[in-house]
């Protein structure tokens, strides 16, 4: 039988290595890669083919999520997320980037190895927790330009540099970031960013 490929996505190096250390230890699961950030990834994807990336959510240089869409659109390696982040938002746009699995680190290793036999066969592996938070949770309200400029305002940046720095006019960016307070119901723009992060929505 024909070993399932994997590339590891991960940027903390001791979870690299036990992940990969772990799934080496099955038989039917061949690791053919590891990557420290997001875009490693995907040119490691491109040379390597692998069957399936498990990758985290956050990493420099391109998130697991911008991964995954990258990715989808390819046609080539389905995604698993393996993830501390146990919120239902960041279930919501895995599944909308065409991620397959969405497990978290603590799981047992035969339920990482079992959802990757399911997700190599077509099928999807969410972990049961998660999956019954995103059926109660809400909906991400943001739009993606919403969310981009929220992320900026949450470093603290003014509205100035918001507008320097993806440019918008001051006008179009005070627009976005009263939107996205509007929706959120919240106070001010950084009380949106910690109510946007907190469910995951960034």
Not at 32 to 44: I, P, Q, S, T
Not at 78 to 93: C, D, E, M, P
Not at 161 to 186: C, F, M, P, Q, W
Request: hydrophobic residues 50%; aromatic residues 2%; contains cysteine.
């Amino acid at each position: 039988m024909t070993p399932i490929r994997i590339l590891i996505a991960e940027d903390q190096a001791l979870v690299l290595g036990a992940l990969a250390a772990l799934l080496k230890l099955e038989a039917d699961i061949d690791v053919v890669g590891c990557a420290r950030n997001g875009r490693e990834a995907l040119d490691l994807c491109a040379t390597l083919q692998p069957d399936i990336v498990l990758t985290d959510i956050e990493m420099p240089q391109m998130t697991g999520l911008e991964l995954a869409a990258a990715l989808a659109g390819s046609n080539s390696a389905k995604v698993i997320i393996v993830t501390t982040f146990a919120r239902s938002g960041y279930l919501q746009r895995a599944l909308a980037a065409g991620v397959r699995g969405y497990l978290l680190k603590d799981a047992p290793a035969e339920a990482l190895a079992a959802a990757i036999r399911t997700v190599h066969q077509g099928g999807r592996a969410v972990a049961p927790e998660l999956a019954l938070e995103g059926i109660k949770s809400k909906t991400d309200p943001l739009t993606e330009r919403e969310r981009q400029i929220l992320r900026v305002a949450g470093e603290g940046k003014s509205t100035a540099d918001i507008a320097r720095l993806i440019h918008l006019s001051e006008g179009t960016v005070r627009n976005y970031l009263s939107e996205a307070i509007s929706k959120l119901d919240a106070v001010n723009r950084i009380d949106a960013f910690r109510i946007a992060r907190e469910a995951g929505w960034l």
